[in-house]
């Protein structure tokens, strides 16, 4: 995307460009909400198949030598 400013930055934008600047911008965000929506269905089936397990969640375990300070 930075690339794409740098390449207009210095100079008026023809029809073309704009063409040009349209697509690539369709075609990132396309690529990135694509890349969202399978990470969350991933979180999702997760945690659908630990709720099913019966597992807990783990808690925090206490640090070794925790006890009290003398």
């Known amino acids: 995307?930075?690339?794409?400013?740098?390449?207009?930055?210095?100079?008026a934008m023809a029809p073309e460009h704009t063409t040009k600047a349209l697509t690539r911008m369709e075609t990132l965000h396309?690529?990135?909400?694509?890349?969202f929506?399978?990470?969350?269905?991933v979180l999702a089936e997760r945690k659908a198949a630990a709720s099913c397990s019966?597992?807990?969640p783990?808690?925090?375990?206490?640090?070794?030598?925790?006890?009290?300070?003398?």
């Open 58 to 70: 783990l808690r925090p375990q206490p640090l070794c030598g925790s006890g009290p300070l003398v």
């Open 30 to 35: 396309a690529v990135t909400y694509e890349d």
């Open 1 to 11: 995307m930075v690339e794409l400013l740098l390449e207009f930055a210095c100079s």
């Open 54 to 56: 019966g597992s807990k």
């Open 37 to 41: 929506q399978r990470a969350k269905k």
